[in-house]
């Protein structure tokens, strides 16, 4: 059973804590948090999920994702959520999400990171992931016109592959 922390629509903590499954009220928000591991050839480690995964089973998704629980920062629940599905320690608690996308049942951080990772060493969470590969951005938008990829907006993806290695949206590090 995973319980989750509820927030307001400011991402302030309530007090209120609610299991997974349970129906939120219209103002209740949870907190996912999503990592995209990129390699210096600037290709995503993407996982392809379980096929008895409740939701896009057998699909291709970014490098892992989860809500946080109970208790967890984002950061923690990002280091916690790479751990379990992949088995790759990695501290997130000097870093912010590079974005936070707000969705209706709350907010989901994504964790930009350039990380090598040998893919034989990985140790993959069998109730979560079949697979893991190294794919290009237009790889990934391949695999989302032949409906294998998760069918996020054609835009995120170009998106998630032009922050990865900057924090907001100005081309140029510093003001004139």
């Not at 499954?21 to 210096?40: L, P, T, W």
């Not at 699909?59 to 892992?64: P, T």
């Not at 809500?67 to 990002?78: E, N």
């Amino acid at each position: 059973m995973e319980n989750w922390d509820v927030y307001d629509q400011h991402r302030n903590k309530t007090g209120k804590i609610i299991t997974r499954g349970s129906e939120m009220a219209h103002d209740e928000y949870h907190v996912v948090v999503h990592v995209c591991i990129f390699n210096k050839q600037g290709e995503m480690l993407i996982q392809q999920r379980q096929p008895f995964k409740v939701g896009w089973p057998n699909y291709w998704d970014v490098s892992c994702g989860g809500s946080a629980i109970t208790g967890d920062t984002s950061q923690q629940a990002a280091a916690r959520e790479l751990f379990e599905e992949l088995g790759i320690w990695y501290n997130f608690e000097a870093i912010r999400p590079q974005l936070t996308i707000n969705f209706e049942r709350g907010f989901d951080d994504y964790y930009l990171i350039e990380h090598e990772v040998n893919l034989k060493e990985l140790v993959l969470q069998p109730e979560e992931v079949q697979a893991v590969k190294w794919a290009s951005k237009d790889e990934i938008l391949q695999m989302m016109q032949e409906e294998t990829f998760i069918p996020f907006y054609e835009h995120f993806i170009h998106l998630l592959f032009d922050m990865r290695h900057q924090y907001g949206t100005l081309t140029k590090s510093s003001f004139k």
